[in-house]
């Protein structure tokens, strides 16, 4: 159900009752909650949003307090029954190698489950006090093609959002129908903030509300590009998922039961492109940045710091490294990853101002080895089929434009092909989260044939794209993914180009 926020727990929990009662280690908000109004809809009640976005804003609260958040789970209710029964209050667990520190958020100020909310969900995108709706639903929540950026109009959700579009199911049927409510009741602009790891995650988001809207009702769709807003952004933090021990740490810093708890490095960057449809969080106040154009911060983002990451989780798990600050402590893997950055993705990359790309990659080692954060190389594995394209493909298509070489992205990719296969080195199945996992369980019979299989893979169009027919590209990863089914990840990296 709905909830707003009135602090009537008992004190083991945390609570607005408890709040002051926190020992005095704990940072605790500097506003106080019960004044603040939702301004905010946020789709995806995830521990990123609430270790990033919701933290920025906890810090506008401060200031102004119009700028609550309104949290919306599409999935489960889970986030927002824990929320609701702690009054909206979360701690966030700062986890750096010298010392932990424990936070209160307070600016998750109501929670929506649109499972069984949606009607009321929809309507609430019309309140004029609503002037920006976020989004974190992970890069298959919006139902589109990874290769092409472009909206599936034959996925299930979308089909069931165009067959019956006041109760959808999908995050762009959601924001369509929530823009249909704002029109109706003759509200504003809005401005509508992706931040997933898109690429030009706004622009891609503007094209599929677009095509839906356009495929629902034309009218509607021109009132859309009228009055909505759509700004890229690039966001950074490591969120691993939060574990039975950070919740026993959080019970052991703030003396309060928190269930709702995520752990999260201290480092954060959120950079957003100056395009808004009214008002919006001063968020470049308090440590968020503004710019005309956040391409430059995606890609750098996008290719050295999810790329890498991605190549320290598949070979990371292949070589049987549970999380990714033993695999970045590998000195044989660490090495590759670092060449394949220096040497394969950097070339593609343009630095944004100021930044150095040499430092940026030392700089994104030491924060994967962080001991404190053991984030599971199988989370970061996940959905490899929408998060793959951005993270590596693009950087080969620069390298194949340019003539260059790129064997490092070839082994990275057959120990995706490895890891979907669904096998492990040692006979052991690895349970493969992901859209196309149907697919891959057919694919994977030719398990026998590495080559054969590589080719099945190659020929996911809705993956590779164009890359699908490239009889060299073929090559090379047909060629990587039959060297680590012979040899095994560990070999093969050993016989890498120093």
């Not at 500097?30 to 906890?58: K, M, S, W």
């Not at 509200?187 to 503007?206: A, F, K, S, V």
């Not at 054969?452 to 009889?471: R, T």
Request: aromatic fraction near 8%; charged fraction near 20%.
């Amino acid at each position: 159900m709905t909830a707003a926020f009135i602090g009537v727990l008992p004190i083991s929990s945390l609570s607005l009752a408890t709040l002051a009662g926190l020992p005095p280690g704990v940072l605790r908000p500097g506003y106080d909650p019960a004044q603040v109004r939702a301004g905010i809809i946020h789709l995806g009640l995830g521990a990123f949003h609430r270790a990033h976005q919701a933290v920025y804003t906890n810090a506008v609260l401060a200031r102004d307090p119009r700028w609550g958040i309104c949290g919306v789970s599409l999935k489960t209710p889970r986030a927002t029954s824990e929320l609701a029964h702690q009054d909206g209050l979360y701690t966030v667990l700062w986890k750096s190698p010298e010392a932990t520190r424990a936070e209160v958020i307070a600016s998750v100020r109501e929670t929506l489950f649109a499972g069984d909310e949606r009607a009321r969900l929809v309507q609430r995108f019309a309140d004029p006090r609503i002037a920006v709706v976020s989004s974190t639903v992970t890069e298959k929540g919006y139902c589109h093609d990874p290769a092409t950026g472009t909206l599936n109009f034959a996925h299930p959700d979308i089909v069931h959002d165009l067959a019956t579009p006041d109760m959808p199911v999908s995050a762009v049927g959601l924001l369509v129908a929530g823009l249909a409510a704002r029109r109706a009741a003759g509200g504003g602009g809005l401005t509508i903030i992706c931040c997933d790891n898109l690429p030009r995650n706004g622009r891609t988001l503007q094209g599929l509300v677009a095509a839906f809207a356009e495929a629902r009702d034309p009218h509607l769709a021109r009132w859309i590009a009228e009055h909505a807003a759509f700004p890229d952004t690039m966001v950074d933090r490591i969120v691993p998922a939060a574990t039975d021990d950070d919740r026993a740490l959080a019970r052991t810093l703030t003396g309060v039961d928190d269930p709702a708890v995520v752990a999260a490095e201290p480092f954060g960057q959120w950079v957003i492109e100056r395009r808004f449809a009214g008002a919006h969080p001063a968020w470049d106040e308090v440590g968020a940045q503004y710019a005309t154009d956040v391409g430059v911060y995606e890609t750098m983002k996008l290719r050295l710091l999810n790329g890498s990451h991605s190549a320290f989780a598949y070979l990371g798990f292949l070589m049987g490294y549970a999380t990714v600050w033993q695999a970045s402590g590998d000195p044989l893997l660490a090495g590759f990853v670092e060449r394949m950055m220096g040497d394969e993705i950097a070339p593609t990359v343009a630095p944004p101002p100021g930044i150095d790309l040499a430092d940026y990659r030392r700089s994104l080692l030491a924060r994967y080895r962080n001991p404190a954060l053991p984030h599971r190389t199988q989370q970061i594995a996940m959905d490899g089929s929408q998060k793959i394209p951005q993270r590596w493909l693009n950087t080969i298509r620069d390298r194949i434009a340019a003539r260059a070489p790129w064997p490092r992205l070839a082994v990275a990719l057959g120990a995706w092909i490895r890891y979907a296969s669904g096998v492990d080195e040692h006979g052991a199945l690895i349970d493969v989260v992901d859209p196309l996992a149907a697919t891959f369980r057919t694919l994977a019979t030719r398990r026998d044939d590495p080559a054969a299989l590589a080719d099945g893979f190659l020929d996911l169009a809705a993956v590779f794209g164009d890359l699908s027919s490239n009889a060299a590209f073929r090559a090379d990863v047909r060629n990587a993914t039959v060297a680590i089914f012979r040899d095994g990840a560990k070999a093969t990296l050993a016989t890498q180009p120093a």
